[in-house]
């Protein structure tokens, strides 16, 4: 939500910083805009609308070169996507771009006696600033001086006219990378921003302030001591950042699963094949001590999560509750020192994930983090972290993230029972021996992904459509009906299929398309009355997509069309049953001709709640 770039050094700021944001794009489409100092003053272009916009605002009237600029690609929060409204926000000699919200901005406006420029909370950051400056301070001190004053969460990024070859930047709850090079420095709300330029980057902690020039950067914390920082090296390159023939990020993103499936189980073998999470570094004897996991999550993290709560249940005999992160601390929830947190969140940034997990550990709870952004506040404010290893999600519906959770929860789950005793060793190794099949079974689905593309033209013209499943297949009904609402704007539901009579079957109308996903045959009881389910909404007019085995002849009677599942264990068909579900939402919004990467109000890690 929001993106932020910043760059000193010898290259061309204003393209570095162009560049940058296009790769952030993905945070938020409303606006975009770049400053740089020149001839000790702030110049500025920003325009309304997708990053294109100021691009041709730059071409129209050039901005001056220079080695140190600022940027920022909106999500709109306090007022609306305007010119006016968009960021950088200007007070004299200082420009401003932040992401986040400053919550007591009404406040901090009354102090001073100007017309704003915007409707926005951020600009009264720069008339922060700019006092502190005016009045002798450096801007690192004047940043000090001001965050002091703000609440809310924020990543500011400032730039003094007068000191042009300096940016200075703060960070609470909300993202911030710095990027190195060779005397050159980067600092961006997410290291797709200068992945071209380099792989080398710095995590910055909670409450902390970085001074970057071309010589090198200070970090310190909001009371101007040194602060510790982590240095890390991106595990991926350029390539992954780029469409590489796509069309659409998403596109790539789901053809990516089998490998991004493969790499989240890679070296989580031991020397004798017994499953091993390196990365976990809570001991056996706490786990043990666990007598309750909850999952918190949103969106498609949260339907994840519902499908871990199924396998770990089964696996580790331990109640696992499943929340949705924005309800989880606000109901007061019961959490001690024996439960267990799992925070799943592709980005690692999301604000209502990151405020429950500070309330469970509030509560003495353990937290452990399944996430695919390295370095990220999520990973960072847990006891322990389960990362995905993916590789960089661009297109705003999470689709790769979604089945690499699926693959850390299974894999927590996995865990969890053998140091627990729940499972025998040869247990534990037929499922990982599953999970490994998974990639090949994945890359099966991916093929028939041409008949799938011709459903959706055959289903351009419907306006609602159903998704039913029971079990785990219950999550990826939702997951399937979640990814067709945001992208294709047409309105989709998920039931549990057994719900379907207490209420669902009253917007079954004749021709309605409704996606099935039926339990593996192994599954006898469940799988038998989704089978009758797909009866009864046939009979009454439904246009039935059945997704099942490929030896379930049964499931085939009543379907307009069939995608058949391998033969998998039912805790496992999640990983391809939504396969076709994801190629079919996004082919149904490239025939309607929307944006499949940027659908309309969204945006990529939602960093405020
Ligand atoms: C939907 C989607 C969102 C995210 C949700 C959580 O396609 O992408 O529902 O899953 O915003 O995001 P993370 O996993 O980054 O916490």
Same mark, same amino acid.
């Given at each position: 939500?929001?993106?932020?770039?910043?760059?000193?050094?010898?290259?061309?700021?204003?393209?570095?910083?162009?560049?940058?944001?296009?790769?952030?794009?993905?945070?938020? +489409?409303?606006?975009?805009?770049?400053?740089?100092?020149?001839?000790?003053?702030?110049?500025?272009?920003?325009?309304?609308?997708?990053?294109?916009?100021?691009?041709?605002?730059?071409?129209?009237?050039?901005?001056?070169?220079? /080695?140190?600029?600022?940027?920022?690609?909106?999500?709109?929060?306090? /007022?609306?996507?305007?010119?006016?409204?968009?960021?950088?926000?200007?007070?004299?000699?200082?420009?401003?771009?932040?992401?986040?919200?400053?919550?007591?901005?009404?406040?901090?406006?009354?102090?001073?006696?100007?017309?704003?420029?915007?409707?926005?909370?951020?600009?009264?950051?720069?008339?922060?600033?700019?006092?502190?400056?005016? =009045?002798?301070?450096?801007?690192?001190?004047?940043?000090?001086?001001?965050?002091?004053?703000?609440?809310?969460?924020?990543?500011?990024?400032?730039?003094?006219?007068?000191?042009?070859?300096?940016?200075?930047?703060?960070?609470?709850?909300?993202?911030?990378?710095?990027?190195?090079?060779?005397?050159?420095?980067?600092?961006?709300?997410?290291?797709?921003?200068?992945?071209?330029?380099?792989?080398?980057?710095?995590?910055?902690?909670?409450?902390?302030?970085?001074?970057?020039?071309?010589?090198?950067? *200070?970090?310190?914390?909001?009371?101007?001591?040194?602060?510790?920082?982590?240095?890390?090296?991106?595990?991926?390159?350029?390539?992954?950042?780029?469409?590489?023939?796509?069309?659409?990020?998403?596109?790539?993103?789901?053809?990516?699963?089998?490998?991004?499936?493969?790499?989240?189980?890679?070296?989580?073998?031991?020397?004798?094949?017994?499953?091993?999470?390196?990365?976990?570094? #809570?001991?056996? *004897?706490?786990?043990?001590?666990?007598?309750?996991?909850?999952?918190?999550?949103?969106?498609?993290?949260?339907?994840?999560?519902?499908? =871990?709560?199924?396998?770990?249940?089964?696996?580790?005999?331990?109640?696992? !509750?499943?929340?949705?992160?924005?309800?989880?601390?606000?109901?007061?929830?019961?959490?001690?020192? @024996?439960?267990?947190?799992?925070?799943?969140?592709?980005?690692? !940034?999301?604000?209502?994930?990151?405020?429950?997990?500070?309330?469970?550990?509030?509560?003495?709870?353990?937290?452990?983090?399944?996430? @695919?952004?390295?370095?990220?506040? #999520?990973?960072?404010?847990?006891?322990?972290?389960? +990362?995905?290893?993916?590789?960089? *999600?661009? /297109?705003?519906?999470?689709?790769?993230?979604?089945?690499?959770?699926?693959?850390?929860?299974?894999?927590?789950?996995?865990?969890?029972?053998?140091?627990?005793?729940?499972?025998?060793?040869?247990? #534990?190794?037929?499922?990982?021996?599953?999970?490994?099949?998974?990639?090949?079974?994945?890359?099966?689905?991916?093929?028939?992904?041409?008949?799938?593309?011709?459903?959706?033209?055959?289903?351009?013209?419907?306006?609602?459509?159903?998704?039913?499943?029971?079990?785990?297949?219950?999550?990826?009904?939702?997951?399937?009906?979640?990814?067709?609402?945001?992208?294709?704007?047409?309105?989709?539901?998920?039931?549990?299929?057994?719900?379907?009579?207490?209420?669902?079957?009253?917007?079954?109308?004749?021709?309605?398309?409704?996606?099935?996903?039926?339990?593996?045959?192994?599954?006898?009881?469940?799988?038998?009355?989704?089978?009758? @389910?797909?009866?009864?909404?046939?009979?009454?007019?439904?246009?039935?997509?059945?997704?099942?085995?490929?030896?379930?002849?049964?499931?085939?009677?009543?379907?307009?069309?069939?995608?058949?599942?391998?033969?998998?264990?039912?805790?496992?068909?999640?990983?391809?049953?939504?396969?076709?579900?994801?190629?079919?939402?996004?082919?149904?919004?490239?025939?309607?001709? +929307?944006?499949?990467?940027?659908?309309? @109000?969204?945006?990529?890690?939602?960093?405020?709640?």
């Amino acid at each position: 939500m929001c993106g932020i770039v910043g760059y000193v050094g010898a290259r061309d700021a204003r393209d570095v910083v162009v560049a940058g944001l296009k790769r952030l794009e993905y945070r938020g +489409y409303d606006s975009a805009g770049v400053a740089l100092a020149a001839e000790d003053r702030i110049e500025w272009r920003k325009r309304a609308g997708k990053i294109a916009n100021l691009e041709a605002a730059v071409a129209e009237q050039p901005l001056p070169e220079a /080695g140190t600029a600022i940027g920022h690609t909106r999500w709109a929060t306090h /007022g609306p996507p305007t010119d006016a409204n968009s960021h950088p926000h200007v007070a004299g000699r200082i420009a401003v771009v932040h992401n986040g919200i400053i919550e007591n901005h009404g406040a901090l406006k009354a102090r001073f006696d100007v017309d704003f420029a915007s409707d926005t909370d951020s600009e009264v950051a720069a008339h922060l600033l700019r006092r502190e400056v005016e =009045a002798g301070s450096t801007l690192v001190d004047a940043m000090r001086a001001v965050v002091a004053d703000l609440q809310g969460a924020f990543t500011l990024v400032a730039l003094d006219a007068e000191d042009p070859d300096r940016i200075v930047a703060a960070r609470r709850s909300s993202p911030l990378v710095v990027g190195r090079g060779e005397d050159e420095f980067f600092i961006a709300s997410d290291v797709a921003a200068f992945i071209e330029y380099t792989r080398d980057a710095i995590e910055l902690g909670e409450d902390q302030i970085v001074e970057v020039t071309s010589a090198g950067i *200070e970090v310190t914390d909001f009371d101007g001591a040194p602060a510790e920082t982590r240095d890390f090296r991106i595990d991926w390159d350029l390539a992954a950042a780029e469409k590489q023939g796509y069309d659409w990020f998403m596109r790539k993103e789901i053809f990516e699963q089998p490998k991004a499936v493969a790499d989240t189980l890679l070296g989580r073998r031991g020397e004798r094949g017994e499953l091993q999470l390196d990365e976990l570094h #809570i001991r056996p *004897e706490e786990l043990r001590r666990v007598s309750k996991i909850i999952i918190v999550a949103c969106g498609t993290a949260f339907y994840a999560g519902l499908v =871990a709560k199924y396998a770990i249940e089964h696996w580790v005999r331990v109640a696992c !509750e499943v929340e949705l992160a924005s309800e989880f601390r606000y109901r007061d929830p019961i959490v001690d020192a @024996n439960t267990l947190v799992v925070a799943v969140s592709q980005s690692g !940034e999301t604000a209502d994930t990151l405020m429950a997990i500070r309330h469970a550990r509030e509560q003495g709870a353990r937290v452990i983090a399944i996430c @695919n952004t390295n370095g990220a506040t #999520i990973p960072r404010e847990s006891d322990a972290v389960i +990362y995905t290893h993916a590789g960089p *999600e661009i /297109g705003v519906a999470s689709t790769k993230g979604f089945t690499t959770q699926l693959v850390a929860c299974y894999l927590l789950g996995l865990y969890l029972a053998q140091v627990r005793g729940m499972k025998y060793g040869d247990e #534990i190794e037929a499922i990982l021996t599953e999970l490994e099949r998974m990639p090949g079974y994945m890359s099966d689905m991916l093929e028939k992904a041409d008949d799938v593309y011709g459903l959706a033209e055959r289903l351009k013209d419907r306006e609602s459509m159903l998704f039913l499943g029971r079990h785990v297949g219950y999550p990826s009904a939702l997951e399937g009906a979640l990814k067709l609402k945001e992208l294709a704007y047409i309105h989709a539901e998920g039931f549990a299929a057994g719900e379907l009579k207490h209420g669902p079957i009253a917007l079954v109308t004749d021709g309605i398309p409704i996606f099935v996903v039926v339990p593996p045959a192994g599954r006898d009881q469940l799988r038998d009355k989704v089978i009758a @389910n797909i009866a009864e909404v046939h009979a009454r007019g439904a246009r039935t997509i059945v997704l099942a085995e490929e030896r379930d002849a049964e499931a085939r009677e009543n379907a307009e069309a069939f995608f058949a599942l391998p033969n998998v264990s039912t805790l496992l068909q999640p990983l391809v049953a939504i396969i076709p579900l994801q190629l079919f939402a996004c082919e149904m919004a490239t025939l309607l001709g +929307y944006d499949v990467d940027q659908p309309r @109000n969204l945006a990529k890690s939602v960093t405020v709640e």
